[in-house]
Structures are given as C-alpha cells and as structure tokens.
C-alpha cells in the first residue's frame, strides 16, 4: 500500500459532505478506483476514473483527478450514516497474462456522526 | 448473478490441521484472486488465476496452496498455518483485460474469516 496513500480516518456529521484524499506514484496509471468496505463484508467498487478525465460525478459521489499531482479525490454529499465504513483507493499497476492488479491505499475510515 | 460466493465464513482450524477456503463465481469471469486482509490493514494479493492458470504467486509460504478446478471454481488449501496467518481472506474475480466493457473493476466474496489456533 506505499505507493497510494490516504489519511486514516474521517469524522463528518450526518448531511456533510465527506471529502477523502488519495495519491498515487504511477503516473501511468490509467483507471483509478474508490472502493467501499462495510464492517466484515468485502470491498464493492464505487467508482471509477479514466485518467484522461477530470472529474466524475455519479449521484452523490464526485471523483475528481487531479493527474499533474497524481491526487484523486472522492466527495460524497449529503453524507448518511450508512456512508459509515473504510474507502479505499486503488490504481491499477499494469497487467500480467491478461490479469488486472490493484494496488490498494491502507483505506480511510469514514465514521458519520448523527 | 453479479455475485462472488465464499465458504466456510468463518474457520477455526489447529497448526497442523489441513482445510480449505472456496470461492464460486457465475460471471464468466475468467480472472479470480485471493487476497488477505489483516485488520485495518488493506488488501494484500496473494494469488493470481487466469484462464485457470496460475499467472501471479506474490512469493505465498507454501502452506497455501492454490487451485483453479474450473473458470468459475478458486480453492485455497491450507496445510500447517501459524497464528500470524489468522486473517480475512477473500476472493475476487474480473473480466479479462481486452473483454468488451472491461472496466478493470474486481468483484469481491464477503471473505473467509481464518483464525488460527
């Protein structure tokens, strides 16, 4: 996970917005991924960029890239309790035999408070 | 059926007890991963299967054994496990790279929860 980084944790009260960081080192990256993943249950792909974009806005979520800096943020409006889990960035590092490899950040926390 | 099934959940197995963890998926997808999770920590690739060969083996102790009976079977045989291997491991699978609509997303199971005695 030494090649994305994010913060630890985030504490947002319920209706915030939610703003997670994340850099990455592979400047030829070309998908980068938000990922969510609720207490004992396994990752579910939120989002995802191509890196000729700039922004992506799916319903409550905004990803925004920034590849000059290699910094890809993802905003979730309006932020609920069931938002309430880790988010972890990925960027795919190439491929071998036909197979995708994510590398995945250490993930931030996210607690919403009512 | 965009579902990736994983059993036993939960395994509570000795040293020198010899078990296995298995991943079923329905999506024809022809790429399937074993990664462990450790608490608060995030994904580490373990494993690897492309068209049900083995493509990628990130240096695994050999007491994990993978194996690809078919596209839509992973089993991961565990044999002499230490405490420090107590973890959640979970399977994933994906289009291949080049299939129409491949998004390079990865589809995860729940998890198997190993805890090693």
């Known amino acids: 996970g030494e090649d994305v980084e994010q913060s630890l944790f985030l504490s947002v009260r319920e209706g915030d917005s939610s703003v997670i960081n994340c850099t990455y080192t592979?400047?030829?990256?070309?998908?980068l991924y938000w990922y969510k993943q609720e207490p004992g249950a396994g990752l579910q792909l939120l989002t995802y960029?191509?890196?000729?974009?700039d922004m992506k806005q799916d319903q409550r979520l905004t990803v925004l890239l920034n590849k000059k800096d290699k910094h890809l943020s993802l905003r979730i409006a309006d932020t609920q309790t069931g938002d309430s889990a880790i988010y972890f960035c990925?960027?795919?590092?190439?491929?071998?035999?036909?197979?995708?490899?994510?590398?995945f950040g250490r993930g931030t926390s996210l607690i919403v408070h009512p | 059926d965009t579902e990736v099934t994983q059993t036993p959940k939960h395994l509570v197995m000795g040293m020198t007890n010899k078990k296995s963890l298995k991943c079923e998926q329905h999506?024809?997808?022809?790429?399937m991963y074993w990664y462990k999770q450790k608490a608060k920590k995030p994904p580490e690739l373990m494993f690897v299967?492309?068209?049900?060969?083995?493509?990628i083996n990130e240096s695994v102790p050999s007491r994990f054994s993978p194996e690809c009976p078919n596209s839509s079977l992973l089993n991961l045989h565990l044999h002499a496990l230490q405490p420090e291997d107590s973890a959640l491991y979970l399977c994933?699978?994906?289009?291949?790279?080049?299939?129409?609509?491949?998004?390079?997303?990865?589809?995860f199971g729940e998890g198997s929860r190993l805890t090693v005695l």
């Open positions: 994933a699978s994906s289009q291949s790279q080049g299939a129409r609509g491949w998004t390079g997303e990865l589809f």
């Open positions: 592979d400047s030829s990256s070309t998908y």
């Open positions: 960029i191509f890196s000729n974009m």
């Open positions: 990925a960027e795919r590092k190439g491929a071998s035999g036909g197979s995708y490899i994510p590398t």
């Open positions: 999506m024809g997808h022809r790429a």
């Open positions: 299967y492309s068209y049900e060969k083995l493509s």
